[in-house]
C-alpha cells in the first residue's frame, strides 16, 4: 500500500516535470534560434564595421585635403570591441542553453526509464474521437 502511494506521488511529479518540458523546451528552442540568428548578424555586423574602418583610414590617407578622421575610426574600434563582448556574452549564455536543454533531456529520459522499469508508467495511448 505505502509503495503504490510513493509510486502515485512519483508519478505526479514526473507528470509535472514532464509537463514543464513540454511547455519550456519550445521556448528555449526558440530563444536559442534567436540568439543565433543575432550572433550571425553580430559577426556580419563585426566585419562591415573593419571593412568601414579600413576605407576610412584609405580615404584618410589619400585625401588632400587634411580631415580628421582618426575620431571616427576610433569610435568605429569602440563599436566593434562592444559588438565582440555582446556576441561572447550571446555565445556564452546560448552555450548554457545547449547544457541546459541537453540536461533536461537527459533527465526525462532518466525519469521514463526508471518509471517503465518499476512498471508504473504506461504509455499514453491516442485519444479516440
Known amino acids: 500500500m505505502a509503495t503504490a502511494a510513493v509510486a502515485e506521488a512519483s508519478l505526479g511529479k514526473d507528470a509535472i516535470a514532464e509537463g514543464l518540458l513540454d511547455l519550456l523546451k519550445p521556448a528555449i528552442q526558440q530563444l536559442d534560434l534567436h540568439v543565433h540568428s543575432v550572433r550571425e548578424s553580430q ?22 585635403v587634411a580631415l580628421d578622421l582618426d575620431p ?24 548554457r542553453l545547449r547544457r541546459l536543454n541537453h540536461n533536461v533531456a537527459k533527465e526525462t529520459a532518466r525519469r521514463k526509464t526508471m518509471l517503465e522499469a518499476s512498471g508504473v508508467f504506461t504509455t499514453r495511448s491516442p485519444s479516440k474521437p
Open 43 to 64: 559577426v556580419e555586423l563585426r566585419e562591415h564595421i573593419d571593412n568601414l574602418a579600413t576605407e576610412l583610414c584609405r580615404i584618410n590617407e589619400h585625401q588632400k
Open 72 to 95: 571616427y575610426v576610433k569610435k568605429l574600434l569602440n563599436a566593434r570591441r562592444r559588438v565582440v563582448l555582446v556576441n561572447n556574452i550571446l555565445q556564452n549564455a546560448q552555450e
